[in-house]
């Protein structure tokens, strides 16, 4: 993939891309669960693709790292979820 900082647009790629390919893996190999594993912004990505998009259903994300982007920059609205959540404290 290539990367950009229009992280929304990678989502959807990355969504279209396996959606042309999953009905031939559910032929070949029956049901099997969706786990997204990501790195760094590959990361950043699985969780974007989780939240936003939630008719891409997944089993679960493995993440590991995020990127060199403070979480609040690299996140699109992580600091309003985490404020109604009180999940975490974010660095200013």
Do not use: W
Not at 60 to 82: R, S
């Amino acid at each position: 993939f290539t990367l950009s900082f229009d992280y929304i647009t990678t989502c959807d790629d990355i969504i279209t891309k396996f959606e042309r390919i999953a009905p031939n893996l559910a032929q070949q190999y029956g049901p099997i669960p969706v786990v997204g594993v990501g790195h760094s912004c590959g990361s950043l990505l699985h969780v974007l693709i989780t939240t936003l998009f939630p008719d891409t259903p997944r089993a679960g994300n493995v993440l590991m790292g995020y990127n060199n982007m403070n979480v609040k920059d690299a996140v699109p609205l992580f600091e309003d979820v985490v404020k109604n959540n009180g999940a975490a404290k974010v660095k200013k």
